[in-house]
Each structure stands twice: as C-alpha cells, then as structure tokens.
C-alpha cells in the first residue's frame, strides 16, 4: 500500500499540482485571448477600411458630381452662347458682322479656344478663321454632323485635336437655321482640354488624385493629377473593365476602385455623367491618400494591438516563468513532501492521527511496525487503545476524560502489546483538532519507545533503592560536606557519634574531636590531600556525643572542585582496633600466662636499659626456673601443670613493681627486667622466690603442689652492658643455682 499523506501536510501539498495543470489552459487562453485581440484588430482595421474605401467610394461619386456640376456649368454657359448666336445667325450676316458677333460672343467666355461658324457646307467663318484654316471644310466633324441632324440638341464632340490650334479639345455644337428652317450651318465652340486640367488643378486633391473628362463613348478630354505622372493620353478611350462594366449597369453616375493601368496606382472612382454633352465626369481618388488616416488608425490600432499582445506575451512569459517557478516550488514542495514523509514514516517515534472514535486515520511505518500489523488492517478499524494492556486500557480509560477536556495528555505510558506479542512501553502525547463547536474532529498523537528508558529507570530505581540501603546502614557513615560544613549524612553517623541529624548539619566536624588542635591538624592533612587530587585516608580516634571514644577509618574524596562538596565515609573500627591490640598481645604475651613473651621481652629489657643508659640507675635482669615442675606435669596431668604455671606467674607479678616486667620465656622459665633496682635488687628476687615456695591450690582435683625456683641474675651496668650479654649472664647464673641445688638465687659474679 502506497504510504497515505502525512496528516496536516497533505493539503498544502496538493496545492503543488494546480499550476501544472492549469497551465495548458492558461496557455490556451492566451493563445485565445491573443487571436481575439488579433482578430478584434483585423476586423476592426478591415471595417474601417472597408468603411474608408465606401467613404472613398462616396467622396470620389460626390466630387464627380460637384465636378460634373462645375463643368456643365461652363458647358451651358457656352451652349448658352450658341443658342444665342443661334438666334441672332437666324438672319444671315456679312463676315465683318458675323466677326463682330462672335467676337463679342467670345468676349463673354475666355475659357473658349474658339467661337466659330461653319456654313451648310462646312466651311469655317468667323474670327481668324480665313488665317487658320481657310477653305477647311468641318462638315466631317461629329459635331457638324450632330448639330445638322438633331437641330434640338447640343452637340459635342469627341475630343480632338483641332486642326488650327493643335490643342486638344472637343467642340459644342449648335444648328444654325435660317428662317425657313432650313440648314444654315452651324455654330460651334471649341473648349481646349487645358482649359479643364486648369479648371481641375484649382481643385484641392491629394496628390494622386484624379480628375478627368471623359467624352460620350469615354475618350479622354482632359486628364489631371495632382503630382503628375504620365501624360495623359488625349483622346484615348482605353478605360477600365471596371468603368465599362460600371457604365453598362449604371450609365448616369456610379464607382469603382481599380488599379489605374496608366500609373499604377489604386484609385476609388466615382464618375457623373453630364447631362448636357453627355461626358463624363470621372474623379479618382488615390488609396493611398484617402486610406491616409485609415493607415493611420491602422498603425495605431496594430500598436495598440502590439502593445497587447506585447503585455499578454509579457504576462504569458511572467505566466511561464511563475509556473516554471511555481513548478520548481511544487516539486521542491514535493521533496519536501517526500522528505517529511519519510521523517513522519521513518521517524525514531510513532505518529498517528485517529477519528474521533479513537480509530486510526494516519499512522506511520514505526508504530506498524511496533504493533506488527499492515496499515489497511488499522485504518478505520482499529485504535490503538486495541493493543493496550489490560492496564493500559484501564489507563486509557481514566485519561481520557481528561484528554475530552483539556484537549490534550503529555506522556502518558502504557504497554503496547503487538500481534506477536511482543511488549513494548511507550509514552503517548495527544492533541486534539476541534471544529468550531469544539467537538472533536480528530486527534493527533506521538508515541516514543520507552522500553530501555523504562528498564533503565527500573534498573535506576533498584539502584537508587541499593543505594539508599547502602547509604542508610548502620554499619557505613556517610557524610557529605561543602564548603567545610556537614550539608548531609546518613544514620550511621548519627549512631556512630550519638548526635541525632539536626546536631551535625551545618557542623564542622570539630565536635567529634577532644581538642581543636587534634581537629586543625587533620583538617589541614585532609585538605592537603584532596586539593592535591587525592583521596584522603585516615583512622581517626573520635569522640562520641557521651564522651566515649571511637575509632573510625575515614576515607574523603572530593566529589566536585567546582562545588567544593567533598563525601566522606566513615567506617567504626573501634572492635578491628580493639582485635588489633589483641593480636598484638598475644604476639608478645604468652597464652597461658598473660605475661610477656621473649618476643615482647626484647622490647621491654632494651627499654630498660635505655632508661638506664639515660637515668645511670641500676638495671637487674633475673633469670628464673622453677624446679621440679615436670613431675607435676607427671603426676597431676598437663593441665594441672597449666594451672600451676598461671598461678606462679601471677604471683611473680604481685612482688613486682609496675616498672618491672616478667616475662614467660619458656615452658617453666621466666625473665625478670628490674630496672631502677637499689643496691642489686636481690630483695624484690628474694621476695618473688619466696612467693613461690607458697602452696599452690589446684583444687579438689588435684589438691596442691608447692615448688621452689632457681634464679640467677646480672646487673647493668655493673654486670654487662648489653640486653643479650645480661640474659646470657643470668642465664648461666641461674644453671649455677640449679646445678648448686636449686631453690636459691644468686647474681652473676664475675
Ligand atoms: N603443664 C605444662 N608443662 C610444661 C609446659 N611447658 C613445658 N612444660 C613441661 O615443663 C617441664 C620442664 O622440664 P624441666 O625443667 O626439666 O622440669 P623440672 O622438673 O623443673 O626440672 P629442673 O628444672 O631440672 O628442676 C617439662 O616436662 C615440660 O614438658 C607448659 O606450658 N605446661
């Protein structure tokens, strides 16, 4: 099963994938926003032009018709001067009258080339005309032929190119009859072509504008533009499809846009026909002229669009590059989703989120893992409460009153007890997710191994437990100090000392001493030994609250130099040293008898003599052994012989002087170190003999025995000067008495 989100992350997380997916669409409608505005133009720059072109269209018709106006102006102004002369030739004229008429005529229109009349036959009359073109007959002309056939009628011909001022131009027309009605000739007007490029310069155009009269059958009469171009081709009538089908369908007046053959240049054409002399008034205006604004809106409106689609494209890239950066941010997102996932699967602790029946909602790999179980087997079906102890569970329950209450339990510790059995103690701390009512939407716990904590603490507790033993003994005082005052102690030393707890703390220790100088002196050796690094040992003799001395083995170690706190054990060795001088008796002492050994004997003499060596008094050392004290041994047993020997000792000691020292040196044999001794002393040995000699009672068992005893002994200085040679002198004195006898004393004599 895939790992399910962490909790409270997962829907941050997933705000990681919207910028991805919106992208495309974003991007789309861009690319839609970006056509819209293109198409918006285009349909915006095609109406207008299409509107500039009708606008063009219109002008070009309406500048026709003010043209044609102007033109048939003139043309009736002139035809006006033919019917005139058209009556006043009614009755024939000589030629000097007929000049005069015309002249007159003439006068009142400059723009005419010419003003003439031509008789039935054709032949011109009138001012100039002998010198221009005399004996010339028109009766060929369109106009004479016009004019002589439709007497009603303005005739105009196509332009042409006049004979006598070799200008181009067209003629007007009129029938000249006479009285009777018949044909007399006619009267004709000649406009030269120039005259109407002038008229149509005066015309404010723009520069490749077109203004051009065109004849009946569409010769061209006169042709301007405003920059030129090529020459106009008089007379031509080589026109466009486009007018040709233009004139068919619509002969008085109409437009069209053509690509004019001559210049090249596209143009919007409107034309009128005149209705007088049947011309045509043709204007045409350039494209590039008239779509001048149109151009202009054109760029304006393409800027306009540009700088759209410029801070579209600007806000598609920022949109690019924010979802790059939004993507770079999802997928950092996303490995930090991995990562915390992994923390919140993998982590040293158990995490689970549970609904609010107290059934697992989230829970990470650790705790499955405690509780050996597949997450699909805990998700919505069980709680952690269902691998609680039996104690564990009555725990739960009696916290989690509590846990509804304050939102919240810190280190709770309960056993979980996992599928394969296996115990482990953890310690729970839970929150609660409350909604706005303040019910329980779901809770979130942590859980940490205790297990080894708890062994540890368990182990801890048995150790503080063995510890508090120890501490608390009878046997071992334990004391604390810090800076020289008692800040703690166990029992045994408040046994050990007689003082109860409140009398030591706060101490300084001297109260278990007799003398502050005693208390100075180890003081200082114990500091000496513990600022020096080492532990400090000792065997103190100290004295009880009730005055009784003790003896203890101290051993100090300084627990904390920064502190200062020095602990202190304090071992009660009253009985070891009391067993020590014990044993040490006894290795100087004889058991039987209590007395000296020769071991002790040694020490004693060579005291003794060093005394006399310092004081110059007399040293005696007496060599005594009783006599006949085997056959007691014999007679009465070994123990009666004993008993025999203790008695003799103490009587030995009852003669001497508390200076004196008797000692047991072998079985019946005993050593006497006299020192201080008047004259020889013989009288302390006689007295001791003669002590011996009394009786002894063994009791109803053996009933009593009495002895006697041989001693010999030697003087310091006066006999020998040393602790052997004196013995030795003794000695030999003593065998002397034995051999002499026994039962005598004697001193060594030199
Ligand atoms: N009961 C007893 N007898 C001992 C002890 N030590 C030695 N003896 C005995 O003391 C006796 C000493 O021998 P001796 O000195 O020859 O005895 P004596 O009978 O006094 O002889 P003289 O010195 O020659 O008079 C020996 O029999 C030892 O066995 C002892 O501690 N207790």
Redesign the pocket.
């Known amino acids: 099963m895939a790992n399910q989100p962490v909790g409270g992350l997962a829907p941050t997380l997933r705000l990681s994938a919207m910028p991805r997916r919106l992208l495309l669409p974003l991007l789309l409608a861009h690319g839609v926003v970006v056509l819209l505005i293109a198409a918006l133009a285009f349909s915006s720059l095609v109406d207008s032009r299409r509107s500039y072109e009708q606008r063009a269209q219109a002008a070009a018709a309406s500048r026709a018709s003010e043209l044609s106006l102007l033109v048939s102006a003139e043309l009736r102004r002139v035809d006006l001067a033919l019917q005139t002369l058209q009556e006043r030739l009614r009755e024939p004229l000589d030629e000097p009258a007929l000049d005069a008429l015309l002249n007159r005529q003439r006068a009142l229109l400059p723009e005419l080339d010419s003003l003439r009349v031509a008789d039935a036959d054709g032949r011109v009359h009138g001012p100039g005309a002998s010198q221009a073109g005399a004996g010339v007959s028109n009766a060929d002309r369109d106009y004479f032929q016009q004019a002589r056939d439709l007497p009603a009628r303005l005739a105009v011909s196509e332009p042409k190119l006049s004979r006598i001022s070799g200008q181009w131009g067209f003629t007007l027309a009129r029938r000249l009859e006479r009285r009777d009605g018949s044909f007399a000739g006619v009267v004709f007007a000649t406009l030269q072509s120039a005259h109407f490029e002038r008229l149509f310069a005066a015309v404010r155009l723009e520069p490749q504008d077109s203004i051009a009269l065109r004849s009946a059958s569409v010769r061209l009469i006169a042709r301007h533009v405003r920059n030129g171009g090529p020459p106009a081709p008089l007379g031509d009538n080589q026109v466009s499809d486009e007018l040709r089908r233009s004139l068919a369908a619509q002969p008085d007046e109409g437009q069209y846009r053509v690509h004019t053959v001559s210049d090249g240049i596209d143009r919007f054409f409107g034309y009128r026909r005149i209705p007088l002399s049947g011309q045509y008034m043709v204007v045409g205006l350039a494209s590039e002229g008239y779509l001048a604004p149109w151009r202009e809106q054109a760029w304006l409106t393409l800027g306009l669009a540009a700088m759209a689609l410029l801070a579209l494209g600007a806000s598609g890239v920022a949109g690019v590059r924010a979802w790059r950066n939004e993507a770079g941010l999802a997928r950092r997102l996303d490995e930090a989703k991995a990562t915390y996932q992994d923390l919140y699967d993998n982590a040293p602790c158990g995490y689970h989120s549970l609904d609010p029946e107290g059934r697992y909602l989230f829970v990470n790999n650790t705790e499955l893992g405690w509780l050996g179980c597949r997450r699909e087997e805990l998700i919505g079906r069980l709680g952690p409460a269902d691998f609680f102890t039996p104690e564990g569970q009555a725990l739960f329950k009696a916290q989690f009153p509590r846990f509804l209450a304050e939102g919240e339990i810190h280190d709770v510790e309960v056993e979980l007890l996992s599928r394969d059995g296996t115990r482990r103690r953890v310690s729970i701390s839970a929150t609660a997710l409350r909604d706005e009512q303040g019910r329980i939407l779901s809770s979130r716990s942590v859980l940490f191994d205790i297990t080894e904590l708890n062994q540890a603490r368990q182990a801890l507790r048995a150790l503080s437990s063995e510890q508090s033993v120890m501490l608390d003994n009878e046997l071992v005082g334990i004391v604390k100090f810090k800076g020289g005052r008692v800040v703690w102690l166990n029992r045994a030393v408040q046994h050990m000392l007689g003082y109860d707890e409140q009398q030591i703390l706060g101490q300084d220790g001297q109260l278990a001493f007799a003398d502050a100088d005693s208390f100075g002196h180890q003081v200082a050796q114990a500091r000496a030994a513990l600022q020096a690094g080492h532990a400090y040992r000792s065997e103190l003799q100290v004295r009880r609250k009730d005055g009784a001395t003790l003896w203890l083995a101290v051993h100090g170690a300084l627990l904390s130099p920064q502190s200062g706190e020095s602990l202190w054990i304090l071992v009660d060795i009253s009985a070891l040293k009391q067993q020590q001088a014990q044993i040490e008796h006894l290795a100087g002492h004889d058991a039987?008898t209590g007395l000296p050994n020769r071991r002790l004997l040694d020490d004693r003499l060579r005291q003794a003599l060093a005394q006399s060596q310092r004081d110059g008094r007399t040293l005696a050392v007496a060599m005594l052994?009783?006599?006949?004290?085997?056959?007691?041994?014999?007679r009465l047993?070994?123990?009666?012989?004993?008993q025999?020997?203790v008695q003799i000792a103490r009587r030995i000691q009852q003669c001497l002087r508390a200076v004196d020292t008797v000692c047991r040196v072998?079985?019946?044999?005993f050593v006497l170190v006299l020192p201080g001794v008047a004259k020889d002393g013989e009288e302390i040995l006689q007295r001791v003999l003669a002590s011996i000699r009394q009786p002894i009672d063994l009791g109803a068992q053996w009933g009593s025995v009495q002895?006697s005893a041989?001693l010999g002994y030697a003087l310091y200085p006066q006999d020998g000067s040393g602790a052997t040679e004196l013995l030795r002198l003794a000695d030999q004195t003593m065998y002397r008495v034995?051999t002499g006898g026994?039962g005598g004393i004697r001193r060594h004599a030199g």
Do not use: I, T, Y
């Open positions: 039987l052994d009783l006599d006949g004290f085997k056959p007691v041994n014999d047993g070994h123990a009666a012989g004993d025999v020997l072998g079985g019946d044999e002895l041989s034995k026994r």
